[in-house]
């Protein structure tokens, strides 16, 4: 019989940074306030603004309601971690934060796969876009995207979950990721080790690739167009998705899919907390810099939530 010998987990967090603790602190709430704030903006403005009802919005206000869900499930316990230098973390709850993380970075992924599809469609196939990008595709994307997402973690997690754990408990990370969770098994792995590959393929790489393809056909329609103006108006379309999809991607590679052996884990603590803390504060600022309609919805609600609070 599976017995789980472990009940609680020790969150090692930042040890080498405790000495700043405070102004640690202060840096990552200030971030995580700041991030919740402009994301909950974006689903504001896309689910009220007349102006924003085209499928590159729609998608949008998922990606800030997966970046919501991505940073909330980390960063509370994160800043705990950070002032008790150090956190107790029950064994049930490490396995939800584990749950509510992986499925919140893999809607990302294929959030971000779905937005490409779009840029795709708009960009190489403009007189087929409305046709094929209908509202019953959107909802499709999206549906398909949260239910993969949070199917493939259970699935995982029932397999974990399946693990016997010995200890020790001490887990040398501020959140319960998958890797340093595994690593307290005193069980065979080998089955949930093919599934996290089998996974990767279906969640990372083959988004990915997916992504690239559909930007080599967008770069060489940009570059079909003439005018220098006409390809400059047509790459501002997609060059927000290419910026968040670069950062996003690039931080996930590095964690994930690089070979661990060789790198200090400090870095990787520091890589993981940008992907977690620092890219959902970036999205909603990329895809406001550059776009008109974004900005004028922003000033609007702005104005109009002055107005009342004056009157």
């Known amino acids: 019989m599976n017995s789980t010998k472990i009940s609680e987990l020790l969150l090692l967090g930042f040890p080498t940074l405790y000495n700043y603790k405070f102004p640690f602190f202060c840096i990552v709430l200030s971030m995580y306030c700041m991030t919740i704030c ?3 903006l974006i689903i504001l403005l896309v689910s009220t603004s007349q102006r ?3 499928p ?4 949008l206000g998922h990606l800030a309601l997966s970046d919501v869900f991505l940073v909330t499930s980390v960063v509370p316990k994160l800043l705990d971690v950070i002032i008790r230098e150090g956190s107790v973390i029950s064994f049930v709850g490490c396995l939800t934060q584990f749950y509510l993380y992986g499925g919140a970075a893999c809607a990302e992924c294929f959030l971000l796969t779905a937005m490409s599809y ?17 509202v019953q595709l959107r909802y499709i994307l999206v549906i398909s995207s949260w239910a993969l997402s949070f199917t493939f973690v259970l699935i995982t997690l029932i397999l974990v979950c399946d693990l016997d754990f010995c200890g020790p408990n001490l887990i040398n990370n501020f959140f319960c990721d998958f890797a340093p ?7 065979d792995t080998t089955v949930v080790g093919i599934d996290i590959f089998i996974h990767s393929i279906l969640i990372v790489l083959l988004p990915f690739l997916f992504i690239i393809i559909t930007y080599v056909h967008i770069f060489i329609t940009i570059f079909g167009i003439s005018s220098i103006s006409g390809r400059q108006k047509t790459f501002s379309t997609c060059s927000s998705h290419l910026a968040v999809v670069s950062i996003y991607y690039g931080s996930m590679l590095m964690i994930y899919m690089v070979p661990q052996r060789g790198h200090s884990l400090t870095v990787d603590k520091f890589i993981s907390l940008s992907y977690i803390v620092l890219t959902p504060l970036l999205n909603p600022v990329i895809y406001s810099l550059r776009n008109k309609d974004l900005q004028s919805s922003m000033v609007i609600y702005l104005m109009a939530c002055i107005r009342k609070s004056v009157l």
């Open 38 to 40: 402009e994301n909950l």
């Open 52 to 54: 924003l009802r085209s």
């Open 56 to 59: 590159m919005y729609f998608f």
């Open 118 to 134: 779009d840029r795709y469609l708009a960009i190489c196939k403009p007189l087929h876009y409305t046709a094929i990008m209908s």
């Open 181 to 187: 969770l595994l690593e307290l098994s005193c069980s």
